[in-house]
């Protein structure tokens, strides 16, 4: 008896995998595998995630501050999140909703950089425009931020930079992003994007 019903429920199971379903009934899936970006050892967790190469739709970034993170969604879909190395003590941060208002691929702060020598010697790194004295055959040099992306009209904005620490501020009120995060940042978020920084 018991082999009758093994053999009648094999049967039916052949015949239901045989069975054609209807295209309305056809799952697809896509399936997204996350690049992970260095470091990428056993040890440490990676600099950022991405995942959302190819994606149609409106771009928007949410900046933590809490978690020294950054996510970015394109068409509400989040497609990817980074470490980043918000504003150190003294230098906070700003919160709020801003938009990205301009973007230059090649950008040097005016205020933040080191001062050089006639031979292009660094003898001041961590200088300020301003406030360091630059020797008479010197000349003050900006730090690179590159794939820069402007959020205040005072200077604060996302680029690339170092994250020393990841999960801690770094910065003198920037947000700065791995470099291949901000230069795929800086490719698909045009300006107009909305970047919320939340405490």
């Excluded at 001062?115 to 730090?143: D, K, L, Q």
């Amino acid at each position: 008896m018991n082999a009758a019903r093994l053999t009648l429920a094999y049967l039916a199971l052949v015949s239901l995998s045989a069975c054609q379903l209807p295209n309305s009934f056809v799952r697809r899936e896509v399936i997204c595998k996350p690049i992970l970006v260095q470091p990428v050892d056993l040890f440490n967790s990676p600099l950022y995630v991405w995942h959302g190469s190819g994606q149609p739709g409106p771009v928007r970034v949410t900046v933590d501050l809490s978690q020294q993170k950054a996510y970015v969604f394109r068409n509400r879909e989040n497609v990817g999140w980074t470490y980043v190395a918000s504003g150190r003590s003294g230098f906070r941060t700003l919160t709020g909703i801003f938009r990205i208002s301009e973007k230059i691929v090649n950008k040097r702060s005016k205020r933040y950089g080191s001062i050089v020598n006639a031979n292009a010697e660094t003898v001041r790194s961590g200088a300020t425009a301003g406030v360091h004295r630059v020797p008479s055959s010197g000349r003050f040099v900006g730090a690179k931020m590159l794939y820069w992306m402007r959020l205040t009209g005072n200077g604060v904005g996302i680029h690339s930079g170092p994250i020393p620490n990841p999960g801690a501020p770094a910065s003198h009120g920037c947000i700065p992003l791995p470099y291949a995060m901000a230069q795929k940042l800086y490719t698909m978020a045009p300006v107009g994007t909305p970047v919320t920084i939340v405490p």
